[in-house]
């Protein structure tokens, strides 16, 4: 059973400002929209792993998008891009993974509270994700991925046919194996909305691309974007509004 907080008790864990190499910094974490909490489940491995939910609008739907941050950072990723989904309504749970770190001026509670690990290790708090979003009966799930965990979703996808599509930004071939990524894309049929810079798009993205077999895929790849989901915020994308109009069509298809 998940376990649910108030923001209150989120900001008593420890939501203070950070800095990143990246750049990835806020003097203080949003305030939080209506609706919003914070859910606990178990990792694949049982660990506990924290995220933030935001309801959709209108409340009824029961539409998901389970969202996943880069290295180095956490839920803060989709402070600013999860309202935006919620509109369209999609709700939403961005999670700490434990693989992160301080970015966008808050602590990842999953690598504070229950430890960190790997990019590969991480997965089990994808797996862990699913499972919550299955058995609080949200349907249908989408995934979504910045960076390593984009490369990451394209594995939960192929491994879960239940899935209805997938979100995938920047995603490489970032693990040890640096030809598992591919073979997780050529088993994907879902869906896919995959997202890079057009220097990333030269430096073997294009190649994850054609390796995905599904028939309803869309390549995103524009000047003055950024690495990640972060090409979603304006002030640090100057590609953001296109990136966001995209990806908006791309999840009204989806409903329709």
């Not at 057009?198 to 690495?227: C, M, W, Y």
């Amino acid at each position: 059973m998940a376990m649910i907080r108030t923001w209150g008790m989120v900001a008593a864990l420890g939501l203070v400002a950070g800095c990143s190499s990246a750049g990835n910094t806020r003097e203080a974490p949003l305030a939080p929209p209506p609706g919003f909490k914070e859910v606990e489940f178990a990792a694949a491995d049982g660990r506990r792993v924290y995220a933030d939910f935001y309801p959709a609008s209108p409340q009824s739907s029961k539409r998901m998008i389970l969202m996943f941050h880069q290295a180095g950072s956490n839920a803060g990723e989709y402070e600013t891009i999860a309202p935006q989904m919620t509109k369209l309504g999609f709700n939403c749970v961005a999670v700490d993974q434990r693989s992160g770190g301080g970015m966008w001026g808050r602590t990842n509670r999953t690598v504070d509270q229950s430890g960190s690990g790997e990019y590969l290790d991480a997965y089990k708090d994808l797996e862990g994700a699913l499972k919550y979003a299955q058995t609080e009966q949200y349907s249908p799930v989408i995934v979504w991925g910045s960076s390593y965990s984009a490369s990451l979703v394209l594995r939960l996808a192929s491994e879960h046919r239940e899935i209805k599509a997938v979100i995938s930004f920047s995603p490489g071939e970032y693990m040890d194996d640096k030809s598992i990524v591919a073979k997780w894309a050529s088993k994907l049929t879902q869906p896919t909305f995959f997202a890079c810079t057009p220097e990333e798009l030269t430096d073997g993205r294009q190649r994850l691309f054609n390796a995905i077999p599904a028939k309803n895929k869309v390549l995103v790849s524009l000047p003055d974007g950024v690495h990640g989901s972060s090409t979603l915020i304006p002030d640090k994308s100057k590609a953001a509004g296109q990136y966001m109009q995209r990806l908006k069509a791309f999840l009204t298809a989806l409903k329709e």
